[in-house]
């Protein structure tokens, strides 16, 4: 068969190929353009929700800074009628008049009021914690008092619930450390709480050791444990691993504040547990040594000063609630002060030119003329004793940087609410330099506690010391370090009347740098505690 080829038909059939060819491609172009707009569209609506979610952070943080500052002002608000319960608690502990049964029942306001302080604290902290605001305030920490105190508690409390509490010191510890007093009770507080409060048999043990600049705290507990699978989770906020009984005793907040105030200091947590066995957590805390401030503090035991050498002089106690005024009023009154008060700036001012007090006690948070303006205003004024005036900011205020804001402003020193007798007359020594008077029979001495002739031999004495105190005093002897051996052996036997006589026989030695004697007299002790 023979086929004809006409060039118009193959032509038209090529323009039809080709016209096909552009719809094809017009329908792809058609469909990326559909695709585009769809994909605009979506875009569109990601940046709406986007949007949608910023304004709901926004949101979030706004209603985060007002439940901050709302706890803030509660807090504050809860601890101004503290600062007049705990203040007058603190005058009349030392009231002789008062009967055994007032003493303790006074001792027993006084208790529960720092409880309830403890409390509002921690609640502040914890709003502190979420919103990453918490600072550290590293002062010079004296540890033995510091564990003192801490265990003294802990005793009670593990006898309260009929197990054993046990202080064990793995190495000899420095007298002070650089530490925010505070948050490290903070940490250890958590941590002995929980431990008491998940063991039902047994013990719980708080072993503390000192190596390289480290601080190392392990507290281990013979209670229910807690599950590997849960290790992690146990860190975050609210959360509670062990059984109903228990959840309903804690809040779950405890571990997670922990774990940042430990890595706010630079250190770390670790945790080993089985359940049914008991539970340890592993603290190191880079903390530094200090050496020489225990002979720079003067102790000062509050209830033994009745007066200072000299002149009268005169205090401006500034503050806007009556109740505080009248606290601190009454507590620096009966030592010789004479006091004049001023209810808020303004009146300060007045009476500032009238009469220039020795020093002034201002509240910060006050109406017309707040602490921050007047103390601005004094650094500023023209007569030059009115412009060296030493300021001390008493305070109830939580927010941390009022502190600093209270030093920018002008203030020598900052006094937490509520006010600690001891503190404040640590302060009131500094910037009048002050010398105290003591009760006759009171004396900071060891002479002074009336020890009767020594009955018992030494050998016995020394069984009576913890190995850490023993290593304490050996080291200090061995380094030749008489004035921190005389402080040190002096506060022993203050805590401790049974070691009274043998601390007057350390000192006596020390007095005569007999060094030697001392080492062999207390080297009887194992000194293997070491690592
Ligand atoms: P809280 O104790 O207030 O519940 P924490 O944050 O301190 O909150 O602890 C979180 C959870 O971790 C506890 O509820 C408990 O389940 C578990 N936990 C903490 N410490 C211990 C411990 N020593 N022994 C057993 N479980 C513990």
């Not at 007002?66 to 503290?82: D, W």
């Not at 914690?129 to 801490?150: C, M, P, R």
């Not at 507080?189 to 063991?199: P, W």
Request: aromatic letters at 6%; proline letters at 4%.
């Amino acid at each position: 068969m023979v086929v004809h080829h006409d060039p118009a038909e193959a032509k038209l059939n090529q323009f039809n190929a080709l016209n096909k060819e552009v719809e094809k491609q017009k329908q792809a172009l058609e469909k990326l353009l559909a695709s585009q707009q769809a994909l605009e569209q979506s875009k569109r609506e990601l940046e709406a929700r986007n949007e949608a979610l910023i304004q709901a952070r926004d949101a979030a943080e706004a209603a985060n800074r007002t439940k901050s500052n709302f706890l803030a002002n509660v807090s504050h608000e809860l601890r101004t009628p503290l600062n007049g319960i705990l203040g007058y608690t603190q005058i009349l502990q030392y009231n002789e008049d008062l009967n055994q049964e007032q003493k303790e029942g006074i001792n027993i306001i006084h208790k529960s009021g720092e409880y309830l302080l403890t409390l509002i604290n921690d609640i502040l902290d914890l709003s502190s914690a979420e919103s990453g605001n918490i600072q550290l305030y590293v002062t010079n920490l004296y540890l033995h008092d510091f564990f003192k105190s801490l265990t003294d508690l802990f005793k009670l409390r593990a006898a309260q619930k009929n197990i054993a509490f046990l202080y064990e010191p793995i190495t000899s510890l420095p007298l002070v450390i650089e530490a925010d007093e505070k948050r490290l009770r903070q940490i250890i507080i958590n941590l002995l709480g929980n431990a008491i409060k998940f063991t039902k048999q047994g013990g719980i043990c708080l072993k503390v050791g000192y190596q390289q600049g480290c601080l190392r705290l392990q507290v281990e507990d013979t209670g229910i444990g807690i599950a590997e699978t849960d290790f992690e989770r146990i860190f975050n906020p609210f959360q509670q691993v062990s059984d109903a009984h228990h959840k309903a005793e804690g809040t779950g907040l405890g571990l997670s504040i922990t774990q940042r105030l430990v890595a706010l200091m630079g250190g770390t947590i670790q945790i080993q547990s089985r359940l049914a066995y008991g539970t340890t957590f592993d603290v190191q805390l880079p903390l530094p040594a200090v050496y020489d401030y225990a002979i720079q503090q003067s102790v000062i035991p509050p209830a033994t000063i009745t007066g200072y050498v000299g002149e009268p002089r005169h205090l401006l106690i500034i503050d806007d609630k009556r109740e505080n005024r009248s606290v601190l009023h009454n507590l620096l009154a009966p030592l010789g002060f004479n006091i004049e008060e001023a209810e808020d700036g303004v009146i300060a001012l007045e009476k500032i030119q009238q009469t220039i007090p020795d020093l002034i006690l201002t509240d910060l948070v006050m109406p017309k003329l707040d602490g921050f303006e007047l103390t601005r205003r004094l650094r500023q004024d023209e007569n030059q004793q009115i412009r060296t005036l030493p300021i001390i900011a008493v305070s109830a205020s939580v927010f941390s940087g009022d502190q600093y804001l209270s030093s920018e402003a002008g203030c020598n020193a900052f006094l937490p609410k509520p006010v600690h007798l001891e503190e404040l007359l640590a302060c009131l020594q500094h910037y009048l330099n002050l010398v105290w008077i003591y009760e006759q029979h009171t004396e900071i001495t060891l002479q002074s506690f009336n020890v009767q002739p020594l009955q018992v031999p030494l050998e016995s004495l020394l069984q009576q010391l913890t190995p850490e105190q023993a290593d304490t005093l050996f080291n200090l002897a061995m380094l030749g370090d008489v004035q921190h051996l005389i402080k040190y052996a002096t506060d022993l036997g203050k805590y401790d009347n049974h070691l009274l006589p043998f601390m007057e026989r350390i000192c006596e030695l020390a007095r005569n740098f007999e060094v030697e004697e001392i080492c062999a007299l207390v080297h009887p002790h194992p000194t293997d505690l070491h690592s």
